[in-house]
C-alpha cells in the first residue's frame, strides 16, 4: 500500500488521522454550542452572563450541522456506528453548508438591524465572516482534508 501522505498522518488502522487544523474548524463551527455548554458550568455568575450575551440562539442551527460530523471525527475506528460511516464522506459539505448558513444568518441581522451598513458591521462582525469564509477556503482547497472525508477505519 503506497502512502499518499506522511506515515506520521496515519493512525494504527492506516487511516489519516484528523489534522490539527481541522480539529481548530470543528471547535470554531461549534462555538456557540461550546459557549453554552460553558454557561452551565457552576461558578459565581458574573463572567457567566458576559458568554451567555455572546450566543445568539438562531446561530445554534449553523452548529447543529456542524456537531454529527464533530462526533463522528471523535469516534473514527472499525467499531464505529454505521450511520457515522455513511455521514464521514458527506462531512467537508456539511461543515461547508454550516460555516454558509451561517454567514447567510450573519448577513440577514446585518440586513435588518436598521442601521447604515457601515454601523452594522463591527470588527467581531468582519472577523467572524472572514473566519467563515477562511474555514470553507481551508475545507476545499487543503488535498488532506478531502482525503481524510475519503476515509474511515475498516469494520472490525
Do not use: C
Amino acid at each position: 500500500m503506497q502512502l499518499r501522505h506522511d506515515p506520521s498522518r496515519y493512525d494504527e488502522h492506516l487511516t489519516l488521522k484528523v489534522p490539527l487544523a481541522l480539529w481548530l474548524v470543528l471547535a470554531f463551527l461549534l462555538r456557540h454550542i461550546l459557549l453554552l455548554g460553558i454557561t452551565f458550568m457552576p461558578t459565581t455568575g458574573e463572567e457567566i452572563t458576559a458568554l451567555r450575551d455572546l450566543i445568539r440562539p438562531a446561530y445554534l442551527a449553523a452548529d447543529l450541522l456542524a456537531l454529527p460530523v464533530a462526533v463522528a471525527a471523535a469516534r473514527r475506528r472499525p467499531r464505529a456506528p454505521e450511520w457515522m460511516r455513511r455521514l464521514w464522506p458527506h462531512g467537508r459539505a456539511l461543515l461547508t453548508a454550516s460555516a454558509l448558513l451561517y454567514l447567510t444568518l450573519l448577513a440577514t441581522q446585518v440586513a435588518t438591524s436598521g442601521r447604515s451598513l457601515i454601523n452594522a458591521v463591527d470588527e467581531a462582525v468582519l472577523i467572524s465572516a472572514l473566519l467563515n469564509v477562511a474555514v470553507v477556503t481551508y475545507l476545499w482547497r487543503s488535498v488532506l482534508v478531502r482525503d481524510v472525508f475519503r476515509e474511515f477505519p475498516a469494520r472490525a
